[in-house]
């Protein structure tokens, strides 16, 4: 037989932010190496950018129309076609089933579980392979959909991202921001860090339950300070809600910051803590990971493939309980070694299984088998 030709059908791989965009790198250089050890090509189609794009790589600007009919053709002529996302597969499930090439569908989260629509349903199905972002996204995939061929496939850090050498030390370095209450203010050895961005319509990451119990922290430990992360929406309410709390002195959120600031923000960090209730899988808790920080996630959510509950972190109810989020943040508070400890167990779990090799390892070994006896 030919050698296999690969199509990757995609949002966005170089030049878009988010985590697909991160989970896109690993898969794309999955696919490159499944190519290259079975004598085949990869394509790759990307809807959302907007550059000149080069060989292998062709860029649509966000042409919908034209992007469907590439993915349709071009999936006439391959052997296997991989959609980041089960939006971008509709066109190729209305070819017949003997020209249909293998499709296998990335699955992120909510458009597989409780967003799932009706065409998403059948396209599901109909795939010959459906890979999740995490053991937890299958099995709810499972309470929402019957008949369909899933495999978990969690996810790691990208190929760009550098890893600690060592489980580094907090830093000690001088960093000042804003405050809520508009002054400028240097951040201690408390800080309590998330980073997401900042959206309207999507207020389950923790924001609010943490400002809420926020004030009870701060009975125990006068110097603790909040620093949300992030640009959206969201960003002026919060501030209003910190300072009609009274915590304005002890509340940050810059916004978004540059790739060094935001390092040096998870240097500076005591943990990192979104208790929150829409992760898929979670790829923030893995940065702080890498920066030794101990993590506080939530049960029943995606954030749970990736924090180990008493291990590397703290998992609380997915229905936030405020007393329960008040002893967990207060518990790692007032134990530094603890947190300490848990922080370098959470680097070394990172460096087990979730490297951006761990994760194209993954991706290879699951989607080889639909390439088998077509090695030239």
């Known amino acids: 037989m030919g050698s296999p030709r690969i199509l990757f059908c995609t949002t966005g791989v170089f030049d878009t932010v988010g985590g697909i965009a991160s989970a896109n790198r690993n898969v794309l250089a999955a696919l490159q190496g499944l ?89 599901f199905r109909h795939a010959d392979l459906v890979l999740t972002n995490s053991h937890y996204t299958l099995r709810r995939m499972g309470d929402y959909l019957t008949r369909f061929n899933g495999a978990a496939c969690p996810l790691g850090l990208p190929p760009q991202f550098e890893i600690q ?29 998330l980073v997401s961005r900042l959206d309207a319509t999507e207020r389950e990451k923790g924001h609010r339950e943490l400002l809420s119990v926020f004030p009870r922290v701060l009975k125990a430990f006068p110097n603790a300070q909040l620093v949300f992360v992030g640009a959206g929406s969201d960003l002026e309410p919060l501030k209003t809600i910190a300072r009609a709390s009274g915590l304005g002195a002890s509340v940050f959120l810059p916004g978004r910051l540059l790739a060094g600031a935001l390092e040096a923000m998870y240097h500076k960090a005591f943990a990192y803590v979104m208790p929150s209730r829409q992760e898929g899988f979670g790829l923030v808790y893995l ?42 943040l207060t518990g790692l508070l007032a134990d530094p070694a603890r947190a300490r400890r848990l ?22 070994g699951l989607i080889r088998p639909l390439l088998k006896g077509r090695a030239p």
């Not at 790589?57 to 034209?66: M, P, S």
């Not at 296998?104 to 799932?116: D, F, I, K, Q």
């Not at 959510?301 to 109810?317: N, R, S």
């Not at 990172?350 to 761990?358: E, I, N, P």
Request: hydrophobic share 45%.
């Open 165 to 193: 050498p060592a489980p580094p030390p907090t830093s000690t370095e001088p960093i000042v921001l804003e405050a809520a209450d508009g002054v400028s203010r240097a951040l201690g050895d408390k800080v309590l860090l």
């Open 35 to 123: 190519a290259a050890e079975t004598g085949g090509t990869v394509e790759t189609l990307a809807l959302g950018e907007a550059g000149p794009g080069k060989p292998g790589y062709r860029t649509f600007r966000g042409d919908k129309i034209r992007f469907a009919l590439a993915s349709v053709l071009n999936g006439l002529r391959s052997d296997l076609v991989v959609f980041d996302h089960v939006q971008l597969s509709r066109p190729i499930f209305f070819l017949p089933r003997f020209l249909r090439p293998k499709v296998v569908l990335l699955a992120h989260g909510s458009e597989a579980t409780w967003r799932l629509r009706p065409a998403s349903a059948t396209a």
């Open 287 to 328: 940065e702080a990971m890498n920066y030794a920080k101990p993590c506080l996630a939530c049960h029943d959510d995606g954030g749970a493939d990736v924090v180990a509950d008493g291990e590397t972190g703290v998992l609380v109810a997915h229905d936030i309980d405020e007393a329960e989020l008040l002893r967990a």
């Open 343 to 364: 922080g370098e167990a959470g680097w070394r779990r990172l460096l087990d299984q979730f490297t951006s090799a761990a994760h194209q390892a993954r991706v290879t």
